[in-house]
């Protein structure tokens, strides 16, 4: 079944303890982003991937890394993560660079609380 | 600031209805618009993506581009209490950024 995996589900962390979301897909998609999803602001893309070590930002980057060593892998890193950052995640994946957002599909979620 | 700009609602509406969504942008060079469907708790999915002036049809769901107004609207015809949903227009701004720019949804519901 094709589709776009993140795990956990769901988190709840303390202030300042490193954690990461991981995101798959198994669709050979080159393109991969991860948006955040907060009430009244709706989904702000943080990160986006164009291929194998080809990243770049987003709207809303701060506090947040990503990296992209394998194709079907786009995991998410909160360094040092704060309570401005409990929010809905959704990762997601394009076929490509000619339809990157015609074809995009988003995993299930993850809802991140920092404490 | 580029935005893309929904009515929140509720748009509350009766079964078999048309209901008609809504949504402005602000960056005259957006190329790509979408239309994602959204229940709660779940993720996006893509309903409809409209690239030229005009109207684009899929069964029961019809979009209209009008980029002079920069004007977005996704018609939903005989709409049924399954269509009850929050729905997220989006636009990809400036054409060829990859970054695409989501309203803030408007919430749909469909009642019997």
């Known amino acids: 079944e094709a589709q776009v995996t993140q795990n956990p589900r769901y988190l709840i962390t303390v202030t300042g303890k490193k954690l990461t979301v991981t995101c798959s897909q198994n669709m050979n998609h080159e393109y991969m982003s991860w948006y955040r999803q907060d009430p009244g602001l709706g989904l702000r893309q943080i990160y986006y991937?164009?291929?194998?070590?080809?990243?770049d930002k987003g709207d809303v980057p701060e506090g947040y890394k990503v990296s992209r060593k394998e194709k079907r892998n786009f995991p998410l890193i909160l360094e040092s993560p704060s309570p401005n950052q409990t929010s809905l995640y959704f990762c997601?994946?394009?076929?490509?660079?000619?339809?990157?957002?015609?074809?995009?599909?988003f995993g299930p979620g993850t809802r991140l609380t920092v404490l | 600031q580029k935005e893309v700009e929904q009515n929140s609602g509720p748009l509350s509406v009766p079964e078999g209805a048309i209901a008609s969504l809504n949504c402005t942008y602000s960056d005259r060079g957006s190329q790509s618009f979408f239309w994602y469907r959204q229940y709660s708790g779940k993720s996006p999915e893509l309903i409809m993506s409209?690239?030229?002036?005009g109207d684009k049809e899929d069964g029961r769901f019809t979009a209209q581009l009008n980029k002079a107004s920069q004007y977005v609207s996704l018609l939903i015809r005989d709409s049924q209490p399954s269509d009850s949903a929050t729905y997220l227009c989006?636009?990809?701004?400036?054409?060829?950024?990859?970054?695409?720019?989501f309203g803030r949804g408007t919430s749909l519901i469909v009642h019997p």
């Open positions: 997601a994946s394009s076929v490509g660079l000619a339809e990157i957002t015609d074809t995009q599909y």
């Open positions: 991937s164009m291929n194998v070590e080809v990243t």
């Open positions: 989006a636009a990809e701004l400036s054409g060829g950024s990859y970054i695409p720019t």
């Open positions: 409209i690239y030229s002036n």
